[in-house]
């Protein structure tokens, strides 16, 4: 039987039909949304006292108004992780949910972890809560790899998910695929296997938490081991070829979005 996957460029990736009318008008909440935020910013500047206070009341009741409009028209989704969080949002697979994207390019876990828990405190100043029904998608661990910080990973992601296991009830977390041509020889196919191992190992569902994971080992692999080259980012924009198989392109991105997808109706 041949592999679906040995042309993965003529790979459909289905995607659901949108009400424009619809996103038009989430567009303007989730506008509202950020003037309330940065006006919010501007008064925690100052000292909060007198009419201070009464106006951060009024803009944590407006804030609170519109994030249940949001939340009422599409299913809240946070991606939290690096640079490939942030590529994975841009496929534009994700417009039928709210999308929070917290993405920190070039940052480790236990950097992310530290970010996090800063958003989460900014929010909760503002008496703004990470919503009941909301799924987060986590996906870390590439720069961890490449700077040989494998151990640090392993503690760091099991401090972070006692934070995430806290805030969500429903979790799908991403696996590694195969980092092929790592800078400076940095030994890393073990760590790889370590720590999708690691992050596997969360994959739970119960009443009070529903995680599963994703592998794109599982779309990164040919059916024979070999690895497919053709899934992996060629150019650095459009000048520069690149030949260090570290970063997927776009195509491999829009697969597994679409198996993320498939996921959400699970948790």
Avoid at 4 to 14: A, E, I, M, Q, R
Wanted: charge should be positive; hydrophobic fraction near 35%.
């Amino acid at each position: 039987m041949g592999d679906p996957l040995d042309n993965p460029c003529n790979t459909t990736v289905k995607e659901e039909p949108v009400d424009e009318q619809l996103l038009d008008n989430l567009e303007g909440l989730q506008g509202k949304l950020k003037y309330i935020s940065t006006q919010m910013d501007d008064l925690v500047k100052e000292p909060l006292d007198g009419p201070l206070d009464s106006e951060m009341d009024v803009l944590v009741k407006e804030e609170s108004s519109v994030n249940r409009s949001i939340s009422g028209n599409k299913q809240r989704v946070y991606f939290i992780g690096d640079s490939q969080i942030n590529i994975l949002v841009k496929t534009n697979l994700f417009r039928e949910y709210d999308v929070v994207n917290w993405a920190f390019p070039g940052k480790r876990t236990d950097e992310i972890l530290e970010e996090v828990r800063n958003k989460i405190q900014e929010r909760t100043k503002r008496g703004v809560r990470v919503e009941e029904n909301a799924i987060v998608v986590i996906w870390v661990g590439t720069n961890d790899v490449l700077q040989g910080k494998c151990e640090p990973f392993i503690i760091y992601f099991r401090k972070s998910m006692k934070l995430f296991r806290r805030l969500f009830r429903r979790i799908l977390l991403v696996t590694l695929p195969p980092i092929l041509k790592p800078p400076h020889k940095t030994p890393c196919k073990e760590s790889v296997i370590r720590m999708n191992k690691c992050i596997a190992s969360f994959n739970n569902s119960n009443k009070k938490v529903n995680i599963r994971s994703i592998n794109p080992s599982q779309i990164c692999l040919k059916l024979d081991g070999s690895v497919r080259l053709e899934l992996y980012e060629q150019k650095i924009g459009n000048k520069f070829t690149r030949d260090d198989q570290i970063q997927l392109n776009l195509m491999a991105f829009k697969i597994i979005a679409s198996k993320i997808k498939e996921i959400f109706c699970l948790l």
